[in-house]
């Protein structure tokens, strides 16, 4: 399955709007950043897999990249086309102050 630029761009587009929605759960701040490092760069890549670290050495694919970001954190993408089998949830939302980046 085929996915156009359109259809990337509007995924992308909706996922940055995620980092101006704010959400607090009971025990936390419902950010998902208990516990993480603030300020950490997560690398995605076309040829990256999910079993790989998210560094610039072992990129993750595009959905595990988003997925696994937490407040305060910086998705790359690399250039090249991301192409998604099945419907991405995301579960984890950023902060004003703490958002999810998304830079290609």
Not at 4 to 30: D, H, R
Request: proline content about 5%; overall charge neutral.
């Amino acid at each position: 399955m085929k996915i156009g630029k359109k259809f990337i761009v509007s995924f992308l587009v909706f996922l940055f709007a995620l980092t101006f929605v704010s959400c607090k759960k009971e025990g936390g701040t419902g950010d998902g950043s208990e516990g993480k490092e603030e300020g950490k760069i997560i690398y995605a890549s076309p040829t990256g897999v999910e079993s790989n670290s998210g560094t610039k050495e072992s990129p993750l694919d595009g959905a595990s990249a988003a997925v696994l970001a937490n407040a305060g954190e910086t998705v790359l993408f690399a250039e090249g086309t991301y192409e998604f089998s099945l419907p991405i949830y995301l579960s984890k939302i950023g902060t004003s102050n703490k958002p999810i980046t998304l830079k290609p």
